[in-house]
């Protein structure tokens, strides 16, 4: 049976994570309390106690504006962190897993990002992100690195919910329409994680000339805008009322809402190499918004 590490496992993607992996092996689960990505040296113990065959780390700094002035922080979890987890992965041959970002692209580029588009981060969280990626490569682990964009959950703050919260509070919403990409459910990550890692263990060595960086997100394209047209919609679609409706909802630039970070304007990524490799279908977006939306909706959570 495979050992399992799993790092992270508090936030969206690893809470999924925990449910997606546990049929796959012995699974030891560490949070932040049991395994801070700002003490690399307490990451390189619980490594080499665990000896696991897979270490999944889904933990990272991922405050994006708060990124921009505190740069030592980010740094420390988001590369020399995951520098660590590299290093221990090659000294007992396990593989590593790691969640990177679309933010290591400017979006400048038309059409979606392939993994071998160059990069070029428009601002902290980005440039740490790839710094990580760099030192796993460099490492000479065997790795599987997915980048993916727009990450939800049910579970903890994300741009639907606030987009659900801010619906209810005022009349109107003015959204940015001018930065694409698709909304990738934390379910969607941790399901294909769970069949990637499925394909490793029986597969394993046929695998392991397939290591590197492969782009994980849901189909389709959309803006913020539309998102939260789609959000709201299908809401209302469910009887919640809201004080601005979805034709109250305007669409406007993002250089009227000025931030700390740089965002890239087009976060679109091709998966194709994920699916042709794993031999897997990632459906349209909207498929898990709709599913988060009806979910929200039982639980009385809109």
């Known amino acids: 049976m495979s050992r399992i590490l799993l790092f992270g496992a ?11 992996l546990a049929p796959l092996g012995e699974m030891t689960i560490c949070d932040r309390a049991t395994a801070d990505l700002a003490n690399p040296q307490r990451l390189a ?17 991922t405050a994006v504006d708060k990124a921009e002035s505190d740069i030592g922080n980010a740094r420390i979890i988001n590369a020399d962190a995951v520098a660590t987890l590299a290093r221990e992965a090659r000294s007992i041959g396990a593989w590593l897993i790691h969640y990177s970002t679309d933010y290591v692209f400017d979006g400048t580029g038309q059409g979606a990002y392939r993994e071998d588009a160059p990069a070029n981060p428009l601002n ?36 639907a919910k606030t987009m659900l919260r801010l619906a ?18 934390a379910e969607l990550i941790a399901d294909v994680t769970a069949q990637v890692l499925q394909r490793l263990r029986t597969q394993g060595e046929s695998f392991a000339k397939q290591d590197g960086i492969y782009h994980l997100a849901a189909a389709g394209r959309t803006s913020w805008y539309s998102y939260a047209k789609f959000v709201i919609e299908e809401a209302v679609k469910l009887g919640h009322p809201f004080r601005a409706t979805p034709d109250a909802i305007n669409p406007v630039p ?4 000025p931030l700390p970070a ?3 304007q087009n976060s679109c990524l ?7 490799t794993f031999e897997l279908t990632l459906p349209h977006w909207e498929y898990h918004a709709l599913r988060m939306i009806k979910e929200l909706s039982d639980m009385k959570a809109i």
């Open 124 to 159: 902290v969280y980005g440039s740490t992100k790839l710094e990580g990626e760099h030192a796993i490569a460099a490492s000479g682990c065997r790795h599987l690195i997915f980048r993916t964009s727009w990450v939800y959950a049910v579970r903890g703050a994300n741009f």
């Open 254 to 257: 993002a250089v009227d809402y």
């Open 168 to 185: 209810k509070e005022r009349d109107r919403l003015d959204v940015v329409a001018d930065q694409f990409g698709a909304p990738t459910s």
């Open 270 to 276: 091709d998966s194709g190499k994920l699916q042709r």
């Open 45 to 61: 113990e619980l490594i080499r106690a665990g000896n696991p065959g897979f270490i999944v780390n889904a933990a990272a700094y």
């Open 10 to 20: 508090n936030g969206q993607v690893g809470w999924e994570l925990q449910r997606a």
């Open 262 to 264: 740089r965002r890239p």
